[in-house]
């Protein structure tokens, strides 16, 4: 299995901070790297998809960048509904893995 | 847009099979595929399998002896069995559309393993 390790496990911010938030794989896997947003009791949603191509309806503050194993989520300027905790999840290969999750709190 | 929701009893005893069915609305399931992800309370997401509309799966091997993933097309439902659960297996269970991407998710259903 393709291991996902984020960076940091949580962070603290305010609202305009740029926040930037790794993911590493165990393997490379070219560009075939997602990224999500969870929002508490709510399921993740779909905010990057292979590596930079932003999602429908995602605002353009967020954006990633990487390929092989290292690959970033960046948000320019936070926002109040910002605070949430994102994964990163590999599609090259099954079975697909997802990182274990980084906290962005206030 | 399509709309996901996962349906099925909240509780599970040990030793017995938890079962439970995904409706798509609006939206056809042909022509996709179809996943289930759960994520274990305050833990992170795992990855339980997808099934194309044609009924071909793929499941993470850690379960692969355990689950079950089937697809109904008349009701434009898919399923998901796991057998011989153990409180392990007490997660919310999301309904997704996709297999490499997930870009559509049911809004979770809370299964609890206890007797």
């Known amino acids: 299995d393709i291991q996902m390790t984020q960076s940091p496990s949580s962070l603290s911010a305010s609202v305009g901070d740029r926040v930037t938030i790794t993911c590493r794989a165990s393997?490379?896997?070219?560009?075939?790297l997602n990224w999500y947003q969870q929002k508490p009791g709510r399921a993740p949603k779909l905010l990057i998809y292979g590596a930079s191509s932003l999602q429908r309806g995602v605002p353009s503050r967020f954006s990633g960048s990487g390929s092989g194993t290292d690959f970033t989520l960046t948000i320019s300027s936070l926002q109040p509904e910002d605070f949430a905790t994102y994964y990163c999840?590999?599609?090259?290969?099954?079975?697909?893995?997802f990182g274990g999750g980084t906290k962005v709190e206030i | 847009q399509v709309q996901l929701q996962e349906s099925g009893p909240g509780l599970v005893k040990p030793s017995e099979t938890l079962s439970l069915t995904c409706t798509v609305s609006?939206?056809?399931?042909?022509?996709?595929?179809w996943s289930w992800i759960r994520q274990p309370p305050g833990k992170g997401l795992e990855w339980i399998g997808y099934i194309y509309y044609s009924g071909s799966t793929n499941y993470n091997p850690s379960l692969k002896s355990r689950v079950s993933i089937s697809v109904d097309m008349s009701k434009n439902q898919f399923s998901l069995k796991v057998s011989s659960v153990t409180a392990a297996d007490t997660a919310v269970y999301y309904c997704?559309?996709?297999?490499?991407?997930?870009?559509?998710w049911g809004q979770g259903t809370l299964v609890t393993v206890s007797s």
């Open positions: 393997q490379s896997i070219s560009s075939y």
């Open positions: 609006n939206g056809s399931i042909s022509s996709y595929y």
């Open positions: 997704a559309r996709g297999q490499r991407t997930f870009d559509y």
């Open positions: 999840q590999q599609s090259y290969s099954t079975p697909r893995t």
